[in-house]
């Protein structure tokens, strides 16, 4: 969707944005990437399977699910912040005029931009930096610095502002739907969902696959950081575990078992994000080819 054909309330939660934003445009090598779990129910299917059947990535006041918090609701959070974000632009919008969100991959990282919300991203085209607004920090924290891709300035910046490693990320709004035949570069995946169910539903997908280095954190790893998410979290993660090990799909298979808590999994997935990152190594993006 090019900005000439957005909805007149997205060009003024632009306009809007625009407006208190400075300084030079983002580098057009920049991407956004949109981080999600593939693996997790969406109504009524998984996240991967939705996407298969819709062809468009939709927001949480669509989905009415979230690997963040699930605010997005006439006077919710997320609905608070976006009317102070955008004007109230979105005010009255119906759900399906809201912006995607996303985060914008400065560093070039193989697992995308914002790993907390997920092993897997969709990688956007550069088209759809056209029509984003950004901020940092997440507009959870109360952002302070805004901007577009034509005046992204202080918000690109490298900081030392001592947020965790999973919370440091430019937030991306995308307004005007995201349609995986016309904006995604591409799907990436990690690898331990390589010959699962899940591989031949993404490769269904109108847009390629890809897969990066992989998420992987030992249990031994984890007991060496008990005060990260808590000792509790710590032995969730040694159930969860096989072999010692966690990924992905062994987080993703104890989010649907029912044994342990939501938010307990959450914060586990989090350690995974954190201590167990493909970028950790200061890797950047280097995805393989699809798979024959």
Same mark, same amino acid.
């Given at each position: 969707?090019?900005?000439?054909?957005?909805?007149?309330?997205?060009?003024?939660?632009?306009?809007?944005?625009?407006?208190?934003?400075?300084?030079?445009?983002?580098?057009?090598?920049?991407?956004?990437?949109?981080?999600?779990?593939?693996?997790?129910?969406?109504?009524?299917?998984?996240?991967?399977?939705?996407?298969?059947?819709?062809?468009?990535?939709?927001?949480?006041?669509?989905?009415?699910?979230?690997?963040?918090?699930?605010?997005?609701?006439?006077?919710?959070?997320?609905?608070?912040?976006?009317?102070?974000?955008?004007?109230?632009?979105?005010?009255?919008?119906?759900?399906?005029?809201?912006?995607?969100?996303?985060?914008?991959?400065?560093?070039?990282?193989?697992?995308?931009?914002?790993?907390?919300?997920?092993?897997?991203?969709?990688?956007?085209?550069?088209?759809?930096?056209?029509?984003?607004?950004?901020?940092?920090?997440?507009?959870?924290?109360?952002?302070?610095?805004?901007?577009? %891709?034509?005046?992204? &300035?202080? =918000?690109? !910046? #490298? *900081?030392?502002?001592?947020?965790?490693? /999973? $919370?440091?990320?430019?937030? %991306?709004?995308?307004? &005007?739907? =995201?349609? !995986? #035949? *016309?904006?995604?570069?591409?799907?990436? /995946? $990690?690898?331990?969902?390589?010959?699962?169910?899940?591989?031949? =539903?993404?490769?269904?997908?109108?847009?390629?696959?890809?897969?990066?280095?992989?998420?992987?954190?030992?249990?031994?790893?984890?007991?060496?950081?008990?005060?990260?998410?808590?000792?509790?979290?710590?032995?969730?993660?040694?159930?969860?575990?096989?072999?010692?090990?966690?990924?992905?799909?062994?987080?993703?298979?104890?989010?649907?078992?029912?044994?342990?808590?939501?938010?307990?999994?959450?914060?586990?997935?989090?350690?995974?994000?954190?201590?167990?990152?493909?970028?950790?190594?200061?890797?950047?993006?280097?995805?393989?080819?699809?798979?024959?």
């Amino acid at each position: 969707m090019a900005a000439d054909i957005l909805l007149p309330l997205q060009r003024c939660a632009l306009a809007h944005v625009a407006a208190v934003a400075a300084g030079p445009p983002v580098s057009p090598d920049a991407r956004i990437t949109v981080n999600f779990h593939p693996d997790r129910p969406a109504r009524g299917a998984t996240v991967v399977e939705a996407l298969a059947e819709s062809g468009v990535y939709l927001s949480q006041f669509v989905t009415e699910t979230s690997n963040g918090g699930l605010t997005a609701y006439p006077g919710g959070d997320r609905w608070r912040w976006e009317s102070q974000m955008f004007g109230g632009a979105y005010d009255h919008a119906p759900p399906a005029a809201r912006p995607v969100y996303g985060a914008l991959d400065q560093r070039r990282l193989t697992a995308g931009a914002a790993p907390r919300f997920g092993s897997a991203h969709l990688r956007l085209t550069a088209g759809a930096l056209r029509r984003s607004t950004f901020c940092y920090p997440d507009s959870a924290f109360g952002p302070t610095l805004f901007g577009t %891709a034509e005046r992204l &300035g202080p =918000v690109a !910046l #490298d *900081r030392s502002d001592g947020r965790d490693a /999973l $919370d440091d990320y430019v937030e %991306a709004h995308v307004h &005007g739907s =995201v349609r !995986l #035949d *016309r904006d995604v570069e591409a799907l990436v /995946l $990690d690898p331990c969902h390589r010959g699962t169910a899940l591989e031949p =539903v993404a490769r269904r997908l109108p847009c390629p696959v890809e897969w990066h280095a992989g998420f992987r954190l030992t249990v031994d790893e984890l007991r060496r950081r008990p005060g990260y998410r808590g000792q509790r979290i710590v032995e969730a993660a040694e159930e969860i575990a096989a072999d010692g090990v966690l990924d992905p799909r062994l987080v993703g298979e104890a989010a649907v078992s029912g044994r342990h808590e939501p938010r307990t999994v959450k914060k586990v997935w989090h350690c995974v994000a954190r201590f167990g990152s493909p970028d950790a190594a200061g890797s950047h993006r280097a995805v393989s080819p699809p798979s024959t």
